[in-house]
């Protein structure tokens, strides 16, 4: 079956612009989380969707939303971009939460902003 | 301090040595996984634990929900394992939203 799908895989911004990032989950599942993943912060949760409801958000500014449709994909959009927000932006889907189920990733968007 | 804590950040095998990968965490946890991510950035998703022991080829992977610490073996390790492997929980107070260790980047020489 397919994996979870990604796109775009390169993106490179210039501040101030606003981007949009998209993910397909595996077919059957629910659960679509999102993760930023930097060299100086690591990998950190951005938010987590259900059922197109957002079940979770971690700790980031409110340039940073989502949203997910009725067939469980998901996209992300960043608004006036950064120089910080350069990023692989990873995505993952589950048939429910991770407490429940496992996670499956997608490959990422990796985000330039310059 | 982090809530998940990994050691050792950087390790350096030969091939066919034993590894073992700890990651301790300070946070009530419903479940803890652990990931594996090449160069390139692709993740792939080893072990979901919440107790006991779990074994996946040459991979076991443990837990001590008591002790608040789990670990990751590799046995007859094989350049191929060559990754960063990371540690990540399910933090029952935070809405079982995924906090993840700093990774564990691991080269099995030849």
């Known amino acids: 079956k397919a994996g979870v799908t990604q796109t775009p895989r390169y993106l490179i911004k210039t501040r101030g612009q606003q981007v949009t990032l998209s993910c397909s989950p595996i077919?059957?599942?629910?659960?679509v989380s999102w993760y930023q993943q930097t060299p100086g912060q690591g990998l950190q949760f951005l938010f987590e969707y259900f059922s197109e409801t957002q079940r979770n958000k971690g700790n980031f500014p409110g340039r940073f939303s989502g949203r997910q449709f009725s067939n469980s994909r998901s996209e992300m959009n960043v608004s006036t971009l950064e120089l910080g927000d350069s990023a692989l932006y990873l995505c993952?889907?589950?048939?429910?939460?991770?407490?429940?189920?496992?996670?499956?990733f997608g490959s990422g968007t990796r985000l330039t902003v310059v | 301090k982090n809530e998940v804590e990994q050691s050792p950040q950087n390790l350096t095998a030969q091939e066919g040595e034993f590894i073992t990968i700890n990651c301790s965490y300070s946070?009530?946890?419903?479940?803890l996984h652990w990931l594996q991510q090449h160069p390139g950035g692709g993740i792939v998703s080893l072990f979901m634990?919440?107790?006991g022991k779990k074994k996946h080829g040459r991979l076991i992977a443990t837990i001590n929900i008591q002790e608040k610490h789990s670990s990751l073996h590799i046995t007859a390790s094989h350049p191929r394992d060559s990754a960063v492997y990371i540690c990540a929980v399910c933090n029952n107070n935070a809405g079982n939203m995924l906090t993840f260790g700093g990774g564990t980047r691991l080269m099995v020489k030849p």
């Open positions: 993952a889907s589950s048939l429910d939460q991770g407490s429940k189920s496992a996670y499956t």
């Open positions: 634990l919440s107790s």
């Open positions: 077919s059957g599942h629910r659960s």
């Open positions: 946070v009530g946890i419903s479940a």
